[in-house]
Nanobody, 127 residues
Framework: QVQLVESGGGSVQAGDSLELSCAASGNLFSYYFMGWFRRAPGKEREFVAAMRWSGAGTMYADTMKGRFTITRDYGSKRVYLHMPSLKPEDTAVYYC????????????????????WGQGTQVTVSS
């Protein structure tokens, strides 16, 4: 069993930066994928980025590539999403998730393939 708790969200102005944090508890295996998703008002939950707990296999949504950065700190069991230069369209609830499948060759983008979820943290970007 893995528990996830996100933090770091808030209300910011366009152009500001935020760093989201996901604190994980429980056993994490190196092959687990740690993912970030977001759900904007009135939209489906969408993939943002993911990486293996080992630090390998980083993948970004095409629309996020070059904008956001996913990192993890092995010692504190935290995964981060660094979000510089935020835009109003980045407004969403951001979720941390874990895919524990041992057979995944690359990060999954479908939310249904992730096994554990945090409660989410709200990010609101005003223009």
């Amino acid at each position: 069993q893995v528990q996830l708790v996100e933090s770091g969200g808030g209300s910011v102005q366009a152009g500001d930066s935020l760093e989201l944090s996901c604190a994980a508890s429980g056993n994490l295996f190196s092959y687990y994928f740690m993912g970030w998703f977001r759900r904007a008002p009135g939209k489906e939950r969408e993939f943002v980025a993911a990486m293996r707990w080992s630090g390998a296999g980083t993948m970004y949504a095409d629309t996020m590539k070059g904008r956001f950065t996913i990192t993890r700190d092995y010692g504190s069991k935290r995964v981060y999403l660094h979000m510089p230069s935020l835009k109003p369209e980045d407004t969403a609830v951001y979720y941390c998730a874990v895919d524990r499948s041992p057979d995944r060759l690359v990060a999954a983008k479908a939310p249904g393939l992730y096994d554990y979820w945090g409660q989410g943290t709200q990010v609101t970007v005003s223009s």
